[in-house]
């Protein structure tokens, strides 16, 4: 079933620890929160939601961690440029730090509207990095520190990003991208969510994208 | 999203299977997070380990890349990332699947299983025996022989100490002796003996003091009749609480003895070891066979892998695992490998593992799209 977007007409910035629990027991997933400001920091449209979409790739990472796969035993995954590559063990896996305008760590915003399949390694039409025409400025990736309350436990990873391109951009798909280790930084789609009817970033307004890693008892 | 589906199989010996449960696994806790945090960041990360210390894991261990590694040999086998330096050192159970007997609901800042079975083979069909006077609050040493060598003494006393039970201890200790120091030399000693039946007695636990300053001195030592088993060097003033001696090689009646044995001069009256509170115990373990990880597949909407464990039940007890869980391993910043408890799970009712049989614990963490 395709993520349903809840638009909050009544505009509310949300504490992280007053953040909605969307999960079950027992799930570790991923809360979507989506914020738009304009230039003078006034919310203008809040979403949460359940990111649904942990793609192959994801699983495939784990298992390279949990097992520790040494390079004669690394495991073929397919990275954002479609080339098979041989996963091992490494720290940088699932290194998502990325800096400003990176575009291979973090996370990825799009204009794609194909509901994802498991099997998707990277979005279907990433917006590029920059103040042009369909273009938005990617900032660097941040992190919120590990937390917990009575039945959850989550950390944040947050991007924002401004368009200074001189009109509307409507994102309509949300992924984030890590690194995989095969001797080199390879970098790999782990998480794709398309937010239905996707979410307007008016020329001169911020997108604020915040994925709330989760695990709930 | 990702799930896990929790499956525990009791086999027969033959690996028959003798029972089946599934059941949704419920609870990633907190050190899940962090481990995912800190690999994600790229950032050290202070995660508290299974002994709830506090440890700050290495994003970026200099000896082997330990975080989050699951997979794990069997029982008391070093894990090949962390045997360079003894002190990375961890065994195989301290990673992968855990079993335990405790019945509390999970938390997310669960750290540790509730009750842990260790890896081993001890555990007894029936009920220990005790110690006659075993914390000698008869305020005498009734029940027990005592015996002694050159300037040591036994003497029931009841001063205050850390981890004394009751009002009364015994101190095997120096006595004050006449003539030219020292008053003592090595090899002079003060025991306590008694006979019990040791048929259902994995363990004895004791408290145990190292008393005054030349308390290091002295030797501390648990013989069963003339086979030493247990052994630590006392230093000054200081406590050691819970020793424990495994005896479940044992069966039937023998002589137990408790021993403070000096292992050079000494020069002080009341020095040397007390003893209290000693318990006998019959604790069960599983061999933990090593966990696996395998089975990596994907069919559209879904994809999965298994975690998956033995343990054999090679002790006389039958043994009820109520809860299970997963620890992985980490590095810290002083490069010591750690485990910390990123899954754990009660079974309910528990499942009875009689002696000789095995049981298989699945995890199968999956995800939909």
């Known amino acids: 079933m395709d993520a349903q977007v809840k638009a909050k007409p009544e505009l509310e910035i949300v504490n992280e620890g007053q953040i909605p629990n969307l999960l079950v027991r027992g799930e570790v997933g991923a809360v979507l929160e989506l914020i738009v400001k304009d230039k003078n920091d006034k919310v203008t449209d809040h979403r949460i939601m359940k990111s649904r979409s942990f793609v192959r790739q994801s699983l495939e990472l784990l298992f390279v961690e949990f097992n520790k796969l040494p390079p004669k035993a690394a495991l073929v995954m397919k990275d954002i440029g479609g080339f098979p590559r041989y996963i091992r063990e490494g720290y940088r896996n699932f290194d998502c730090a990325g800096g400003v305008g990176d575009l291979a760590r973090g996370i990825m915003v799009g204009t794609g509207t194909t509901a994802p399949t498991i099997d998707d390694y990277v979005l279907q039409a990433r917006i590029a990095h920059g103040t042009s025409a369909g273009q938005l400025q990617y900032g660097g990736v941040t992190f919120g520190l590990p937390a917990s309350d009575p039945t959850t436990s989550q950390f944040t990873i947050t991007r924002d990003f401004a368009n200074a391109s001189g009109g509307d951009i409507t994102v309509n798909e949300i992924g984030l991208y890590v690194v995989g280790w095969d001797g080199a930084t390879r970098y790999f789609m782990v998480i794709r969510d398309v937010i239905a009817g996707g979410i307007a970033v008016p020329n001169g307004q911020t997108l604020t994208v915040n994925y709330r890693e989760q695990a709930v008892v | ?369």
Not at chain 2, 29 to 46: E, I, N, P, S, T
Request: net charge negative; with cysteine; charged share 20%.
């Open chain 2, 1 to 369: 999203m990702l799930t896990a589906n929790l499956m525990l199989e009791r086999l027969d010996k033959e690996g028959k299977l003798l029972e089946r449960r599934e059941q949704p696994s419920r609870s990633f806790v907190l050190q899940l997070m962090d481990l995912l945090y800190l690999k994600h960041a790229q950032a050290d990360r202070a995660t508290r380990d299974i002994y709830n210390a506090l440890r700050t894991v290495d994003f970026n261990p200099y000896f082997g890349q330990v975080n989050l590694e699951v997979a794990s040999a069997p029982g008391d086998a070093g894990c090949a990332k962390v045997v360079t330096n003894v002190d990375r050192h961890l065994e195989g159970q301290d990673a992968g699947i855990q079993v335990g007997k405790g019945t509390s609901a999970p938390t997310p800042t669960d750290y540790r299983m509730a009750d842990r079975i260790n890896h081993g083979r001890s555990g007894a069909a029936g009920i220990p025996a005790s110690f006659t006077n075993p914390s000698f609050e008869t305020g005498d040493l009734t029940g027990w022989t005592s015996a002694t060598n050159g300037f040591m003494r036994v003497v029931v006393e009841s001063a205050a100490w850390g981890y004394k039970d009751g009002t009364y201890y015994c101190a095997l200790e120096s006595t004050p002796a006449a003539g030219v120091p020292p008053y003592g030399a090595a090899g002079h000693y003060a025991q306590i003996s008694q006979s019990i039946d040791l048929t259902n007695v994995t363990h004895i636990r004791f408290q145990l003091r190292g008393q005054g300053t030349w308390a290091s001195s002295f030797g501390f030592e648990v013989w069963v009749d003339g086979r030493p088993v247990y052994r630590i060097e006392l230093a000054d003033d200081t406590d050691y609480p819970n020793r424990m001696v495994d005896v479940s090689a044992f069966t039937g009646i023998h002589t137990v003895t408790f021993k403070c044995i000096a292992k050079a001069d000494f020069y002080a009256a009341d020095h040397g070891a007390w003893i209290d509170n000693i318990e006998t115990l019959n604790i069960v373990e599983l061999e933990y066979g090593g966990c696996e990880i395998v089975n990596l597949t994907f069919s559209d909407p879904n994809g999965q892998f298994t975690i998956r464990r033995y343990f054999t039940n090679s002790s006389s007890a039958s043994i009820t695992v109520n809860e299970v869980g997963i620890q992985a391993m980490g590095q810290d910043t002083g490069s010591r490998g750690r485990a910390f408890l990123i899954a754990r799970d009660v079974v309910s009712p528990g499942i009875a593992i009689a002696a000789g049989e095995i049981l298989r614990v699945t995890y199968v963490p999956q995800i939909t799209v």
